[in-house]
């Protein structure tokens, strides 16, 4: 009888290395599954980055002025000084290729609040010049201010500063 318990023993002892063995490996082949799952989105992601920045270049700011008048081909003379019943033209001169892409300016008074945002859908393939009007009915107020141009939302081109007196 002594027999039949060693040998019950043993094979139990035996069943329960398998066992754990087993366990291990499965661990380890699910941790080796997991590790290229994690690794395989990033390379997706790097790519599509650039995209976006190469079509917004397409289209780069080469000057922006702030003048009182359009001449014929949009330009305007630069004017630093304006009364408060002036128009104030924000003009974007732009090179390269662009389709339907949204150049805006933006007037802000000298505390940091909005005078006035205006953007214009810009389709183009080479020099164009966007000029963007403001207009304040009741007179725009005396103080210091800053119009800054943006093309699809990004900041673009060197701010101007102006004064209204």
Same mark, same amino acid.
């Given at each position: &009888?002594?027999?039949?318990?060693?040998?019950? $023993?043993?094979?139990?002892?035996?069943?329960?290395?398998?066992?754990?063995?087993?366990?291990?490996?499965? +661990? +380890?082949? =699910?941790?080796?599954?997991?590790?290229?799952?994690?690794?395989?989105?990033?390379?997706?992601?790097?790519?599509?980055?650039?995209?976006? &920045?190469?079509?917004?270049?397409?289209?780069? =700011?080469?000057? =922006?002025? *702030?003048?009182?008048?359009?001449?014929?081909?949009?330009?305007? #003379?630069?004017?630093?000084?304006?009364?408060?019943?002036?128009?104030?033209? *924000?003009?974007?001169?732009?090179?390269? %290729? $662009? !389709?339907?892409? !949204?150049?805006? #300016?933006?007037?802000?008074?000298?505390?940091?609040? *909005?005078?006035? +945002?205006?953007?214009?859908a810009?389709?183009?393939?080479?020099?164009?010049? %966007?000029?963007?009007?403001?207009? !304040? #009915?009741?007179?725009?107020?005396?103080?210091?201010?800053?119009?800054?141009?943006?093309?699809?939302?990004?900041?673009a081109?060197?701010p101007?500063?102006? +004064? *209204?007196?």
């Amino acid at each position: &009888m002594k027999k039949t318990s060693i040998s019950t $023993a043993v094979l139990a002892a035996l069943l329960a290395t398998v066992a754990v063995t087993g366990c291990k490996k499965k +661990e +380890e082949s =699910v941790d080796t599954t997991a590790q290229p799952a994690a690794t395989a989105p990033a390379p997706v992601t790097e790519p599509a980055a650039p995209q976006p &920045m190469t079509q917004a270049a397409a289209v780069n =700011v080469s000057a =922006v002025s *702030v003048g009182k008048t359009a001449a014929a081909d949009k330009s305007v #003379a630069p004017t630093a000084l304006f009364a408060p019943k002036d128009v104030i033209i *924000v003009s974007i001169r732009t090179d390269g %290729t $662009a !389709n339907n892409t !949204n150049v805006g #300016a933006k007037l802000t008074y000298q505390d940091g609040q *909005v005078a006035g +945002e205006q953007s214009q859908a810009l389709n183009t393939t080479g020099a164009e010049t %966007t000029n963007i009007s403001f207009t !304040n #009915a009741n007179g725009w107020p005396a103080g210091k201010y800053r119009a800054e141009v943006t093309v699809d939302g990004r900041a673009a081109g060197t701010p101007q500063e102006f +004064e *209204v007196k």
